[in-house]
């Protein structure tokens, strides 16, 4: 089975969840840049 990864977007917070566990989280007063943060951090990690 494959591995479900999602990123969840809210104000101001970012989060990767992996299988609805949640394993990384990024907050930043700047939305876009939270969700910025959580787009690298998939694409410079393999999970």
Do not use: M, N, P, R
């Given at each position: 089975m494959e591995d479900k990864?999602?990123?969840?977007?809210e104000k101001f917070r970012a989060s990767i969840w992996k299988n609805?566990?949640?394993?990384?989280?990024f907050s930043c007063?700047?939305?876009p840049?939270?969700?910025?943060?959580?787009?690298?951090y998939l694409r410079d990690n393999v999970l």
């Open positions: 990864i999602e990123i969840k977007y609805g566990v949640c394993i990384k989280g007063y700047i939305t840049h939270a969700w910025k943060l959580a787009k690298d």
